[in-house]
């Protein structure tokens, strides 16, 4: 491939990186997200403290979640909002 075929080729590789990047990101809190779900459905003699801590990290992955969709929008080039 010469300069201009790989130049040509460079907004695909990009977005192909990005997107490699925004997955492998993304799968940690989404991970947490369902293995605290799971936790709780799973057991219903699970303390109420224990509980409570699960619902406290599904939130917060909830939240890295939110703000890494805002941070890739504006990388991006999207609309914030």
Known sequence: MGLRGFLGAMPALLAEKMYAEFDHAMRGPLNVILGEIELV??????????????VERAIGAIRQTEQMLVEWRGAAGGPPR
């Open 41 to 54: 459905l799973s057991d219903a003699d699970i303390p109420a403290e224990e509980h409570g801590r699960s």
